[in-house]
């Protein structure tokens, strides 16, 4: 059974570009949930995403955003990347139902020049 | 304000022993932990996991406490081995989605 993959592994992006990162979840997982990892704050939820909606966000501005497609791939997007951007961003997948744990994908390295 | 919380930011064990991480919280609205083991750069491994209703969940030699009235969460490792050696993370969920919140992390060191 495969696990959640997200692409690409590296990346690196210059002060005020636009990225976007991809996750594919784990089969029959309909619940999708980004995270930024940092040094200094630690892993924090960015959103969540079931069914194509958004359920879930957290404290981050607006020029983070995401979206999921109808078979439940998810992609998130950071616009005019500011250095602090640099992270790394992690992929979740579960089912949506209680009891039942997130497994993670292998992140997304973004460094920001 | 950090709802939850390790307080231990490394813990050094001699392989063989035990190794007992510590979590707490402060949201009563969590219903469901996990931890999570993570290498540097890699995405967080899922390890062991318990719910609100229950006081102790075991598997292999993982076994998470849970002390619902203190907030407080623990993992036991028996015996740690050399390759338990990474960061451990605690996270909590309420019933509101999947949204997980993080604890900062404990980094285990088992020495051989």
């Known amino acids: 059974k495969a696990g959640v993959t997200q692409t690409p592994r590296y990346l690196i992006k210059t002060r005020g570009q636009q990225v976007t990162l991809s996750c594919s979840p784990i089969?029959?997982?309909?619940?999708v949930s980004w995270y930024q990892q940092t040094p200094g704050q630690g892993l924090q939820f960015l959103f969540e995403y079931f069914s194509e909606t958004q359920r879930n966000k957290g404290n981050f501005p607006g020029r983070f955003s995401g979206r999921q497609f109808s078979n439940s791939r998810s992609e998130m997007n950071v616009s005019t990347l500011e250095l602090g951007d640099s992270a790394l961003y992690l992929c979740?997948?579960?089912?949506?139902?209680?009891?039942?744990?997130?497994?993670f994908g292998q992140g997304t390295r973004l460094t920001v020049v | 304000d950090q709802q939850v919380k390790q307080n231990s930011p490394s813990l050094s064990v001699q392989e063989g022993r035990i190794s007992i991480l510590n979590c707490d919280y402060t949201n009563s609205m969590f219903d469901y932990f996990l931890w999570y083991k993570k290498y540097p750069a890699e995405g967080p491994t899922f390890l062991i996991s318990?719910?609100?209703?229950?006081d102790k969940n075991e598997d292999g030699r993982f076994t998470v406490f849970l002390n619902k009235s203190a907030k407080h969460l623990s993992l036991h490792i028996v015996p740690s081995q050399p390759g338990d050696s990474a960061v451990y993370f605690c996270a909590a969920r309420n019933n509101a989605g999947n949204m997980l919140t993080f604890g900062g992390g404990t980094r285990l060191m088992v020495k051989p």
């Open positions: 979740a997948s579960s089912f949506d139902r209680p009891g039942t744990e997130a497994f």
């Open positions: 089969s029959g997982h309909r619940s």
């Open positions: 318990i719910s609100s209703i229950k």
